[in-house]
């Protein structure tokens, strides 16, 4: 293998290990029958579809044409802190000191702030499997160890006290939690998660919490981990429920004895975030931009329903009832017996593109795809059509 | 101490030893006399004091007027990494893959992934001292070990084949090197890189060089190191030359073998670079751009001139001639014992900002104070006035 041959010396393990996202190859296959004429349903896609709300595109051509672009703080612009914590009062009604939190580029630079601020050479840390894939390089950037906690349907593919505690080694430095979680969008019940951190705390262990998908619940209120302690980190982005992708922005709270630490990261490993994603953030939570959200929480979640139902009506088992993100994690085990290969037969039998569940985890992967309903009712409908057809 | 109270574990030690920059503390005495009514220059900032560039600019709104902003390809746009590419070829004469280019949030996200893709635990990295301050802490975050390599102002602060021969060990995993520097504002002769490079080479180790300030030179024509071959990893930014530093972009060439792995890795630790900043560097190479930032590096080659003469006329030696960036690095013994004393009376006295040496490094840090030229030649013939009246 001629890229074996490192001239400069070997590449690090923590990239060198790195499989490969199977969707990616998927995704080429569809550009290349989307080229050939067909018409692909792209249901693989973990962003919305939405364009930029107005109020926070008018915020970011206000701040240009201003002309000054200048790094900001390293934790953030102190206006955008304090909007956040404004956020978390006026939602959900939870105090949250601005000085604890600190804006970062998406929630992937939350993330990789968090697990480098924890993380020593061997520690280990829990990770529900299935998960966000990302989560496990971020430990083993920094050195540490992934071990799986198998989740179970029954349970909303969600950790339980029971399951930490059984997991929790001597070297286990903590545990990462996402509610909505992906590839699932089950939530963690309150009790549940109070449970752990009874667990995590006892242990004198990290939670990190990932909020990313914050926002995004539908026939529950959303809720925080915050209002359980301060002693979390909690992961949060701008990309999801407020639909800023492309701008790069998120954040993290963390608990007061850390920040600091974490700010002198932040400083040498990112000198700040975008400051035109900052600036057009402030006007993210103005009421004008919160009820373009709260509208399109409601059309995610009139998609959910009928991918959902339609769905189930096809024969694919859906367990867990999934009441955030935008995601369902469909078992096609009574269609097929490798969701992979079942994938690309969608793909190229109906052009209808789904991720499959080895990208999420090792554990019977080959039972689940992960549909996303950032597409609208109608293609969603056209796609439950095709499969229809395909079954 | 209270905040060393973790309650939910230790903070990690690559956290935890972060000295804060000085500068810092200095710079929020300025803000408090700022407050009070004096009149402060700023010669401590790393920050090109001009508005973004109008096809920049320009380019940046008609990109948000669609109001999609949507994740790119973890390594950047095509069009961009093309851009880049053919910027080495005009500018340089030097062909560049642009598969080898990967677009990064601002050069601290391409030094964050060279290190990564290149540090296992315990492997040593060679920097010379000073230096920028940051790069110590990217080696580790990765659980790499800094070895400073002194660097003398007769060789122009910067290291020679046979320095880095004679500080190379077992562990060296390889050298960082900067041209042109910060803080000296040098630059590494030609000849002097090739004969580093045929050491590293030797050893199998690995050359990352920083080229952030490439473009900002006076007198001499900007180089490259992509000339000397393509076996390094070169770091570049959109921040000083191209002014575009709140933006968050910059870049890094690294030779083919290693691209694949550190596109993955940048999938999991960023999705992407700014979407909006990178549809507005893709005018940082028009024409109209270019002249430009030709017309602004000759504005910082007058305040070059006059800075340099004006400190050297006030007994500060100037050693090494700054060829580059936007920095001249001063010896201030003739004056104090200890600059960053120095650089507090300064303040306090004569309402001039600059940086101490113990920011950048430990080696004799006390004889250097850093001014920064990012302020006009107004305000610099002003900070010389005041300055000579307290000396």
Redesign the interface.
Known sequence: M???????????????G?P??HVMELLSRAHELAAQGRDIIHMEVG?PDF??AAPV?AA??AF?GA??????PAAGLPALREGIAAHYAARFGVTVDPARILVT??A??AL?LAL??????GDRWLLPDPGY??NR??VQ???GEVDSLNVRAEEAFQPTAASVAGAWQART??LMVASPANPTGTLIARETLAGILAE??AR????VVDEIYQGLTYGRAPETALSLGD???VINSFSKYFG?????LGWLVA????V???E??A???????????QHAALAAFSPEALAIFEARREAFSQRRTCLLAGLRELGFGVPAEPEGAFYVYADVSRHAPDSAAFAHRLLEETGVAATPGVDFGAREPQRWLRFAYTTDVARIEEALARMKKLL
């Open positions: 001629p890229d074996k041959i490192f001239p400069a010396g070997p590449i690090a393990r923590r990239a060198d790195i490969p996202f962003e364009p930029v595109l970011a051509q240009l002309g000054r672009v200048e790094y900001t580029a998406g992937s630079g990789l480098a601020g924890l993380t020593e050479f894939p990302c390089q971020f950037a920094f050195g430095r903590g995590v705390r004198n262990g990290a939670c002693d979390m980190f800023l992708t492309g701008w790069r608990p007061a004895p850390y600091r630490a974490l002198k990261l400083q040498h490993y990112t000198i700040c975030a975008s400051t035109v994603a």
